[in-house]
């Protein structure tokens, strides 16, 4: 089992929109699920649910609901997708910021960092329509669609994309922007 350290890992991390047709063993993914679920969250209320997707007419129908994004063989090869769903009233909602999305954004985070450290590979698709992945997954209407990703052995290695440089990003004291 390949396993690497945090700062390896957010920097080698890759969206990967190829899979494998390969099996990804039960115990990892819940290792995966398991760096999800230990979050952080406001006031701990740990709001974010997750839908493990196995069966494969359903992957490619989800596929189909999110415009096989990011393609085809990430709904047919990846052996599962995994949908990150928010219940929003488990939140704070502090100065007009819902905070449903920030808690959830670091456990889907956290998990594709645990799914590449272990070898596997993600890609965060937030680009979707939330009432066709809510019909064909039997959502409830007070629950919220936030984000999915395959989950499955890459067959593929992307090139790291440009990032700005620190100076870009990073003011120290006083705005610098």
């Not at 047709?21 to 760096?35: F, H, N, Q, S, W």
């Not at 909602?93 to 819902?98: D, E, L, T, V």
């Not at 999305?101 to 272990?118: E, Y």
Request: proline residues 7%; glycine residues 6%; charged residues 25%.
């Amino acid at each position: 089992m390949i396993k690497m350290d945090l700062l390896e890992a957010a920097a080698s991390r890759r969206s990967i929109r190829q899979y494998v047709d390969a099996p990804v063993g039960r115990e990892t993914l819940m290792k995966v699920l398991e760096a999800a679920r230990l979050a952080p969250s406001w006031k701990n209320k740990q709001c974010w649910r997750y839908i493990v997707v196995e069966d494969t007419a359903r992957r490619l129908a989800l596929g189909e609901a999110v415009g096989m994004n990011p393609d085809e063989t990430a709904y047919r090869a990846a052996p599962y997708v995994i949908v990150l769903c928010a219940l929003p009233e488990d939140s704070g909602n502090r100065a007009g910021k819902p905070y449903y999305m920030t808690d959830c954004g670091i456990s889907m985070q956290q998990l594709v960092l645990a799914a590449h450290a272990l070898g596997l590979g993600t890609c965060w698709v937030g680009a979707f329509d939330e009432d066709a992945v809510r019909r064909l997954l039997e959502i409830p209407p007070e629950v919220r669609v936030v984000a999915l990703t395959p989950l499955g052995v890459p067959a593929e290695s992307p090139a790291a994309r440009p990032r700005k440089s620190m100076e870009e990003i990073v003011s120290f004291e006083v705005w610098n922007g």
